[in-house]
């Protein structure tokens, strides 16, 4: 019921992750990225505590592959889940489980895993995987266009109601956590738009968090 990618930025460290599905609130339950140190989407029959503990794993050492590989060697009903990650040297790893549900297919390539389930095309999680690679600029905008990029190859076999993206850097929490939770329409066009607005703001917020003394005006009434 879902497609999604981890990934991480080569020129900043920044770490995303980008989901949607036809289920509501996918992000709530499937992204989780941790700055300095990778990200992770726990998806098909999900277990949120594989994100977590994917991240705790690669804080301790493990490369991407060797905490996924843990995950599948531990984790609880490991052939129903689908887990995607990438670590601070840009290695990536999947895991399929053997009951996930419909079509489903992974890619990777450096700094990006890419996978899904329910898809109209088994090709999806590869062309997303190309997409992201081919697109420039910010990582959030490159998450975007291999969203799009899915999509546009046919995306779930339904259509899609939700979507969200987490991007991480060198402070403790996201700096930017956006999702479309339930929509009727396009929840990667709502994403995206939602992007654009939030996107010219990202350092201000960061800014303001760590020292609002240099903080540029908040652009509300009533401040000058």
């Given at each position: 019921m879902t497609f999604s990618l981890v990934a991480r930025c080569r020129e900043t460290g920044m770490f995303g992750v980008a989901v949607a599905s036809s289920s509501p609130a996918?992000?709530?339950?499937?992204?989780?990225?941790?700055?300095?140190?990778?990200?992770?989407?726990?998806?098909n029959v999900t277990d949120p505590t594989l994100g977590a503990r994917g991240l705790d794993l690669m804080a301790a050492g493990a490369s991407a592959a060797e905490a996924v590989e843990i995950l599948r060697r531990t984790g609880a009903h490991a052939d129903y889940r689908q887990v995607l990650a990438v670590d601070a040297a840009g290695?990536?790893?999947v895991h399929s489980g053997p009951n996930a549900l419909g079509t489903w297919a992974e890619a990777r390539a450096e700094n990006?895993?890419?996978?899904?389930?329910?898809?109209?095309?088994?090709?999806?999680?590869?062309?997303?995987?190309?997409?992201?690679?081919?697109?420039?600029?910010h990582l959030g905008d490159r998450l975007?266009?291999?969203?799009?990029?899915?999509?546009?190859?046919?995306?779930?076999?339904?259509?899609?109601?939700s979507a969200g993206m987490k991007l991480v850097r060198e402070v403790a929490w996201p700096v930017a956590d956006l999702r479309v939770d339930w929509t009727e329409g396009d929840p990667i066009a709502e994403l995206a738009s939602l992007w654009s607005l939030y996107a010219p703001q990202l350092d201000a917020y960061v800014t303001?968090?760590?020292?609002?003394?240099?903080?540029?005006?908040?652009?509300?009434?009533?401040?000058?």
């Open positions: 996918v992000a709530a339950r499937c992204a989780y990225a941790r700055a300095g140190i990778g990200a992770v989407a726990s998806q290695g990536s790893a990006v895993a890419c996978g899904g389930n329910l898809l109209a095309d088994a090709r999806v999680p590869e062309i997303m995987a190309e997409a992201f690679t081919a697109a420039s600029g975007l266009a291999a969203m799009r990029a899915a999509l546009d190859a046919g995306g779930e076999a339904g259509p899609i109601h303001r968090a760590l020292d609002p003394r240099a903080a540029p005006s908040y652009g509300v009434p009533g401040d000058e």
